[in-house]
């Protein structure tokens, strides 16, 4: 399976299959283009736009009787720089989203759950649903953000790494459940909780296996399929299907220590 983001016109560099995995790896040459989806959609996933835009117009609708209105704006207008980690699950998630090959939901924005500014949450880093010719199936991914020049960077190594998280996800019961039920507690439309029951059933007819799980690595250095190939080997000799693994690699034109200013159009 591959990906398809027209606005962003990746070119596949190099691909490989075995097994129920697959991995991919895309490069993005064109920097305009990359600038402005950073910091388009990018950045108001990241942001959590939708959500904020209307809770702070909730704010302002509030009775302002004994209101300082430059407290008020010194309130609304806190906020700490993005890291460049927090934009690259963002760009992962909206790459899969707009994924004109496959139709991907993404129930919540996690941002929402953080009590902290600086809060980096436990768990999957991708929590969704995916449909297919059969329905509706839960998606799972992790997402990797790397500086490191080596290949393969060391965020994919390691208990720590893309590899494990991945297989550990896939095939703990524990983490699973806790998955599916921080899930539901989420799925607040009616259309929602459908996607829910259907990914939930389909998950429990196959004895835990009828799941999609996906880890994307971004990288800002030349394509190098020895960055995902091993890992997604690795996953291959480790999950069956009806389980599907996708591993992809971007590789994008601009410096991963700049994405914070250009995802808030300051650079």
């Not at 009775?63 to 992962?92: H, P, Y």
Request: proline share 4%; glycine share 8%; charged share 25%.
């Amino acid at each position: 399976m591959t990906i398809t983001v027209p606005e962003l016109n990746a070119r596949i560099d190099y691909s490989g299959a075995q097994g129920c995995t697959v991995w991919v790896g895309y490069v993005v040459e064109d920097k305009s283009a990359f600038r402005q989806f950073l910091a388009g959609p990018v950045h108001e996933r990241g942001a959590d736009a939708e959500f904020n835009n209307a809770w702070e117009k909730e704010i302002k609708a509030l009775d302002s009787t004994g209101m300082s209105s430059t407290f008020l704006e010194d309130f609304l207008g806190a906020s700490v720089e993005e890291k460049s980690w927090e934009i690259g699950e963002a760009l992962a998630e909206t790459v899969l989203a707009t994924d004109a090959e496959r139709t991907v939901v993404w129930p919540w924005n996690e941002a929402r759950d953080r009590k902290t500014p600086r809060a980096s949450l436990p768990g999957a880093d991708l929590v969704g649903f995916v449909e297919d010719h059969l329905g509706v199936k839960l998606i799972l991914g992790e997402v990797k953000t790397s500086y490191d020049a080596k290949t393969p960077p060391s965020v994919m190594s390691g208990r720590t790494g893309m590899g494990w998280q991945l297989a550990d996800t896939a095939a703990s019961l524990t983490i699973l459940k806790t998955l599916f039920k921080w899930l539901r507690a989420r799925c607040l439309s009616d259309v929602l909780l459908v996607m829910y029951h259907q990914a939930l059933k389909r998950f429990l007819t196959s004895d835990g296996k009828d799941l999609a799980i996906v880890g994307v690595l971004l990288r800002d250095t030349v394509p190098d399929e020895r960055d995902i190939k091993g890992r997604a080997t690795f996953l291959a000799g480790m999950l069956a299907t009806p389980t599907q693994v996708e591993l992809s690699a971007w590789y994008l034109p601009e410096k991963i220590v700049d994405w914070p200013e250009i995802s808030r159009g300051m650079l």
